[in-house]
Nanobody, 124 residues
């Protein structure tokens, strides 16, 4: 049974940093794309970042492009999101997601597996 489990959420001051982790189990995701999405209060879920097969250029939401970095430990079935220079508008529940193909995309409909989410709260 496939499981994605996020960790590392919490509270931070504006300008601070947090690092989210996603642990995948139940199958090997080495050759599959994985990504991060978020949902702010009262809003729909939006794409944040995604990484496909190693060597491919990651995708980012424009507003996080110079502040967030997605990375993957392909051997360990792990994915990370390093979030720097946090802003209050980054406050949301952050979800880890995985596809069953190697190409990263921005559409949540393309992702088959989802974690339960981890809360990130940024105060100004």
């Amino acid at each position: 049974q496939v499981q994605l489990v996020e960790s590392g959420g919490g509270s931070a001051q504006a300008g601070g940093s947090l690092r989210l982790s996603c642990a995948a189990s139940g199958r090997t995701f080495t050759s599959y794309a994985m990504g991060w999405f978020r949902q702010a209060p009262g809003k729909g879920r939006e794409f944040v970042a995604a990484a496909g097969w190693r060597g491919r250029t990651p995708l980012y939401l424009d507003s996080v492009k110079d502040r967030f970095t997605i990375s993957r430990d392909y051997a360990g079935n792990m994915m990370y999101l390093q979030m720097n220079s946090l802003k209050s508008e980054d406050t949301a529940i952050y979800y880890c997601a995985a596809r069953t193909t190697s190409i990263a995309t921005r559409s949540e409909n393309d992702y088959r597996y989802w974690g339960q989410g981890t809360q990130v709260t940024v105060s100004s």
